[in-house]
């Protein structure tokens, strides 16, 4: 998205990106959280727990990517274009689909 539009704001694409992704994003940790209430509430002693560790490490992950990562990427993002340090140059074309630094190196991917 970041090639498509470079000069929109990173909390506009955030946004974008966080919407198009939400409902599947609900969807996967639905789908898989069910089965695994399932083996919790009918399984024997043995797999309660670890049915638990999984209910508990799906719901904190699906949270986690949707609303921590993606608003920390916006401010981080945000903030290092306010300090410069990535600024859109004539050696980092937003068009160019190959991020590799034509001195040799590979330079930073634009996410």
């Known amino acids: 998205m970041i090639k ?12 974008a990106a966080v919407n198009q992704t939400l409902g599947r994003s609900v969807n ?11 083996i919790f509430l009918f399984g024997g002693v043995t797999l309660k ?3 638990l560790a999984l209910i ?8 986690s990517s949707i609303f921590i ?3 920390t990427l916006g401010w981080w ?6 300090r410069g ?3 859109l140059g004539p050696e980092q074309d937003p068009s160019d ?6 001195k040799g190196g590979q330079s930073d991917i634009i996410v």
Do not use: H, K, M, W
């Open 49 to 51: 727990n670890f049915s």
């Open 56 to 63: 508990i490490g799906f719901t904190l992950g699906a949270y």
């Open 4 to 15: 498509l539009n470079p000069s929109e704001p990173i909390d506009d694409l955030v946004d």
């Open 28 to 38: 996967t940790t639905l789908t898989t959280t069910l089965p695994l209430i399932a």
């Open 97 to 102: 689909p190959d991020p590799v630094d034509r």
């Open 85 to 87: 340090d990535f600024p």
């Open 77 to 82: 993002r945000s903030r290092r274009q306010q």
């Open 69 to 71: 990562a993606s608003s």
